[in-house]
């Protein structure tokens, strides 16, 4: 698997070619950095995993116009189950000064993500609470088959599966040999 680690505010640097602003604001900024950023994802393999880091440690603000630019259109565009390669992402350094702009576009597009806070990483935005409670399973397991999380969840196998397939679908667990695991599970378990 291939894993990549973006800065935002780099990348907000160089397509501004100013070094001195860290703020992500107007939809043709979040435009231009999430161009940037899909050229960056088309290095990985064509017929492979890629997990990317998309880092707001460096970012001061984000107004919606940008949170649906760069997060919500690079959700809805890699979370789809018949592209060749699978991408994947988890989110690092979203401060509270990032968080209205990104919960508003995550439940105005029905989205989710998985979101690294100190060192755990939880999954945030619009989910059932069979798939919130499918993906804490399988970040818990670190490596699971549906039995196991249906085990750890207390529903049955085929319920499991589903919501499994869901979130696999959603890009919020990897399926890996027959298992799933967990986005952000990964720097915990392998």
């Known amino acids: ?16 070619a100013c070094d001195l602003y860290s703020n992500l604001v107007t939809r043709k900024t979040g435009a231009a950095v999430r161009g940037q950023i899909e050229q960056l994802l088309g290095d990985a393999p064509a017929d492979g995993r890629a997990l990317t880091v998309i880092d707001f440690s460096h970012v001061s603000m984000i107004d919606f116009s940008c949170a649906d630019e760069v997060v919500a259109k690079l959700l809805l565009r890699y979370a789809d189950d018949d592209q060749a390669s ?8 979203v401060t509270e000064d990032h968080w209205d702009a990104i919960e508003a576009v995550l439940e105005r597009h029905g989205l989710a993500l998985a979101l ?3 060192d755990d990483v939880r ?5 059932s609470d069979g798939e919130r409670r499918a993906w804490e399973a399988a970040y818990r397991l ?4 549906a039995d196991d999380v249906a085990a750890e969840t207390g529903t049955d196998g085929a319920d499991a599966r589903d919501m499994l397939e869901a979130l696999w679908r959603r890009r919020l667990v990897m399926r890996v040999n027959g298992r799933y695991v967990a986005v952000g599970g990964t720097r915990r378990h392998g």
């Open 86 to 93: 699978e991408v994947y992402f988890l989110f690092r350094g």
């Open 1 to 16: 698997m291939m894993m990549q680690h973006i800065d935002i505010s780099s990348v907000l640097r160089q397509t501004l």
């Open 123 to 127: 999954v945030v935005g619009a989910l």
């Open 116 to 118: 690294e806070s100190g």
């Open 142 to 145: 670190g490596d699971a088959n």
